[in-house]
């Protein structure tokens, strides 16, 4: 049901230009079998010209239903559905903890390494519609820690967030939200639910149609819990 859903309202303008036509040609052919009932004479073919007016209206009629169907399912029913159910992933779960860490070599190689624009994997990150703010690459992180930033596109869907031990991936959702949001908190997630070590934090950003734009990402380092 939810692909049919999802067909009429992708090609919305496409099924009314295909209604329109057919119902020129059922308006015509309501037309000419009238005019035939209405001008004959004898008794049968009075009555052969009744029932093809009727086939004829009943098109009409049919046809009619179509309309309002496709008016009912892509202007009300689609826009009041949450649009992660046009998405075919599974359900967000909040907080879920990664199964691996890098090991203790690879972290100190990354911790060695200068941070550049390119090793903070940011390329996906847009100002003013998809960015992280807070935190920044390479930031410690320990306790609650807050995820600011801003998501804000035509046809909005949602996002949320995810995180993967570097070198994996093994993304898991920690945080997803339905609002257009601006320069101001995203959500929340505990550090707690990590493992210490180094990770990838990444913005997801789903439009209502279901496509997701590539993720902002950055790196960041969990040290643990507060003493």
């Keep these: 049901m939810l692909a049919i859903y999802k067909f009429l309202s992708i090609y919305e303008g496409l099924i009314y230009f295909v209604l329109i036509i057919s119902g020129i040609f059922f308006a015509r052919w309501l037309w000419r079998t009238w005019t035939a009932w209405r001008g004959a004479i004898y008794g049968l073919e009075r009555q052969i010209s009744q029932k093809r007016f009727a086939r004829a209206l009943a098109a009409n009629v049919f046809l009619v239903a179509l309309v309002l169907g496709e008016i009912i399912i892509a202007s009300f029913i689609v826009p009041s559905m949450p649009p992660s159910a046009f998405i075919a992933t599974p359900t967000v779960d909040l907080l879920v903890t990664p199964t691996g860490t890098i090991s203790a070599e690879m972290a100190a190689t990354i911790a060695a ?10 390329d996906g990150c847009i100002p003013g519609e998809l960015i992280v703010e807070s935190p920044v690459p390479g930031q410690e ?13 035509p046809k909005f869907g949602f996002y949320k967030f995810e995180v993967s031990p570097v070198g994996e991936e093994n993304w898991s959702t920690i945080y997803a939200g339905r609002d257009v949001i601006r320069d101001d908190i ?3 997630f505990d550090t707690a639910e990590l493992t210490p070590g180094d990770y990838l934090l990444r913005l997801v950003l789903t439009d209502n149609l279901g496509e997701a734009l590539p993720p902002c990402v950055v790196q960041i380092r969990v040290i643990g819990q507060i003493e």
């Design 113 to 122: 390494r200068p941070t550049t624009q390119a090793e903070n994997f940011s």
């Design 141 to 153: 992180l320990q306790g609650i820690v807050d995820l600011v930033g801003t998501v804000d596109i």
């Design 186 to 188: 995203l959500g929340r």
